[in-house]
């Protein structure tokens, strides 16, 4: 494979909705784990609540 071909896939590529689809899937991706990060903690928090209530009553 010879340089003109990477060169002429970096442009089809930088100039086709490939490059976009790839960006906004990485923005979908990112947002779905910030909100799995930020859900898990307020999960965690009330799980660790129950745990303990239910030690107490033992």
Known sequence: MNMQFFQKRLQSFRHGDDAVTAV??????A????AI???LGTIKTQ????FTSIANAL
């Open 37 to 39: 990060i930020v859900a």
């Open 47 to 50: 799980l660790a609540d129950i």
């Open 24 to 29: 906004e899937y990485g923005l979908i991706a």
């Open 31 to 34: 947002a779905t784990a910030v």
